[in-house]
Nanobody, 115 residues
């Protein structure tokens, strides 16, 4: 079992920044990829960024150059630094842990970009 707790969401103006955090606990030694996804009403959840145990990262085209995913293994935490935020980045952001077997998800954190 893996537990994921996200934090850091909120309301920000266009062009602003936020940093999301995802703290993992439990059987974290099984985790080999951590990712951030987002979802808006009526749409499928989409990948924003992911990072492997080896530090390899992937990003959605829509966030490349603006978002950065990183991890602090000592704190069992994955971060998503979001800069130059746009209204279309508004969504609930979810953290995901990929392990052998079913994946684990956090409860989500709301990010709203609006003036």
């Amino acid at each position: 079992q893996v537990q994921l707790v996200e934090s850091g969401g909120g309301l920000v103006q266009p062009g602003g920044s936020l940093r999301l955090s995802c703290v993992a606990s439990g059987s974290i030694f099984n985790i080999y990829v951590m990712g951030w996804f987002r979802q808006t009403p009526g749409k499928q959840r989409e990948l924003v960024a992911s990072i492997t145990n080896g530090g390899m990262t992937t990003y959605a085209d829509s966030v490349k150059g603006r978002f950065t995913i990183s991890r602090d293994n000592a704190k069992n935490t994955v971060y998503l630094q979001m800069n130059s935020l746009k209204p279309e980045d508004t969504a609930v952001y979810y953290c995901k842990a990929v392990v052998p077997g079913p994946d684990y998800w956090g409860q989500g954190t709301q990010v709203t970009v609006s003036s």
